[in-house]
């Protein structure tokens, strides 16, 4: 399922003003997020986690760590994001996280635009921020704790091979949201039903939140 290109020219274009216009928005949705990821205690039963924010953006949804509630003390969540849109990003590097540039960064995106190729390295152990493709994540298999895409999955330039990566890296949960008003928004659902088992799911006015585990 290949859906029109956004390019990163837009997302670049309004990265300026993009907290000021989707700050709120997105804050709610961390809340959500947030509820998901503490209804059913697997954050607070293990010691080190990595979560992973595939179409982070500025970062907001990355940085729900800072507010989730750990009973233990020895917890440790470690956490990451991943966009295309190298000016949003640099604005993610406002939330004290290191971003990490790669060569092409002034190469008008011509290497992420035209391939979906698997990187050489594995970003598991990354604490920060990465500039690349939903379709080719960084990342080994089953390398993720967590895995978070908040109201992005409708704008990867191939969702089903998007899905695909979410899954092959997710290995205890993962919460997508979905613009319910989405072109493609039910053969999203089916997509995720396809590789995800649905543990619950919650509503705002804007998006769908599947709370998941992988099959």
């Given at each position: 399922?290949?859906?029109?290109?956004?390019?990163?020219?837009?997302?670049?274009?309004?990265?300026?003003?993009?907290?000021?216009?989707?700050?709120?928005?997105?804050?709610?949705?961390?809340?959500?997020?947030?509820?998901?990821?503490?209804?059913?205690?697997?954050?607070?039963?293990?010691?080190?986690?990595?979560?992973?924010?595939?179409?982070?953006?500025?970062?907001?949804?990355?940085?729900?760590s800072r507010s989730i509630s750990i009973s233990a003390s020895t917890h440790v969540l470690n956490r990451a994001?991943?966009?295309?849109?190298?000016?949003?990003?640099?604005?993610?590097?406002?939330?004290?996280?290191?971003?990490?540039?790669?060569?092409?960064?002034?190469?008008?995106?011509?290497?992420?635009?035209?391939?979906?190729?698997?990187?050489?390295?594995?970003?598991?152990?990354?604490?920060?921020?990465?500039?690349?493709l939903a379709e080719a994540v960084p990342i080994k298999d089953n390398g993720c704790n967590i895995v978070l895409?908040?109201?992005?999955?409708?704008?990867?330039?191939?969702?089903?091979?998007?899905?695909?990566?979410?899954?092959?890296?997710?290995?205890?949960?993962?919460?997508?949201?979905?613009?319910?008003?989405?072109?493609?928004?039910?053969?999203?659902?089916?997509?995720?039903?396809?590789y995800f088992i649905v543990i619950k799911t919650l509503e705002n006015d804007f998006d769908r939140f599947y709370?998941?585990?992988?099959?």
């Amino acid at each position: 399922m290949v859906l029109y290109f956004i390019s990163d020219e837009y997302y670049n274009k309004m990265s300026d003003g993009y907290n000021e216009l989707h700050g709120a928005e997105q804050l709610e949705k961390v809340k959500i997020v947030q509820e998901l990821l503490e209804s059913d205690g697997l954050l607070n039963f293990n010691s080190n986690l990595f979560l992973f924010d595939i179409g982070c953006g500025t970062g907001i949804s990355t940085s729900i760590s800072r507010s989730i509630s750990i009973s233990a003390s020895t917890h440790v969540l470690n956490r990451a994001g991943l966009d295309r849109a190298i000016k949003l990003l640099e604005q993610a590097n406002d939330h004290r996280l290191a971003m990490r540039k790669s060569k092409d960064d002034n190469n008008n995106d011509k290497d992420l635009r035209n391939t979906f190729q698997y990187p050489e390295q594995d970003y598991s152990n990354h604490q920060g921020y990465i500039r690349g493709l939903a379709e080719a994540v960084p990342i080994k298999d089953n390398g993720c704790n967590i895995v978070l895409s908040v109201t992005a999955v409708h704008n990867f330039s191939d969702i089903r091979s998007g899905i695909h990566e979410l899954h092959r890296i997710t290995k205890d949960r993962a919460v997508i949201s979905i613009l319910q008003k989405a072109k493609h928004f039910k053969e999203i659902i089916e997509l995720i039903k396809k590789y995800f088992i649905v543990i619950k799911t919650l509503e705002n006015d804007f998006d769908r939140f599947y709370y998941l585990q992988p099959k």
